[in-house]
């Protein structure tokens, strides 16, 4: 069983910065695949940006450019920085893995990004 800890949400002014940490509770060499989600109010859950199986990076168009994954796996933490941030960026963040032969999934608690003025 894998749990993921999100951090780092919060309100922040259009074109600001916030960067999201997700630390698993593994390492996160023994992931298939990592990435991050979002759910904004009335809408779908939708993928902002993840590690593939093969080790390369998918982002949504809307925040290509603006985002960037990455991981640390002494600390078994993936990372999303997010700049440039617009008021549509504002939604719950997830962190979200694929593990195991099975690829079993597992989510974090979210953490809520809000950009506003």
């Known amino acids: 069983q894998v749990q993921l800890v999100e951090s780092g949400g919060g309100l922040v002014q259009p074109g600001g910065s916030l960067r999201l940490s997700c630390a698993a509770s593994?390492?996160?060499?023994?992931?298939?695949?990592m990435g991050w989600y979002r759910q904004a109010p009335g809408k779908q859950r939708e993928l902002v940006a993840a590690f593939t199986s093969g080790g390369s990076t998918n982002y949504a168009d809307s925040v290509k450019g603006r985002f960037t994954i990455s991981r640390d796996n002494a600390k078994n933490t993936v990372y999303l920085q997010m700049n440039s941030l617009k008021p549509g960026d504002t939604a719950v963040y997830y962190c979200n893995a694929r593990y195991g032969s099975s690829w079993d999934e597992v989510w974090g608690q979210g953490t809520l990004v809000t950009v506003s003025s």
């Open positions: 593994r390492n996160i060499f023994s992931i298939n695949a």
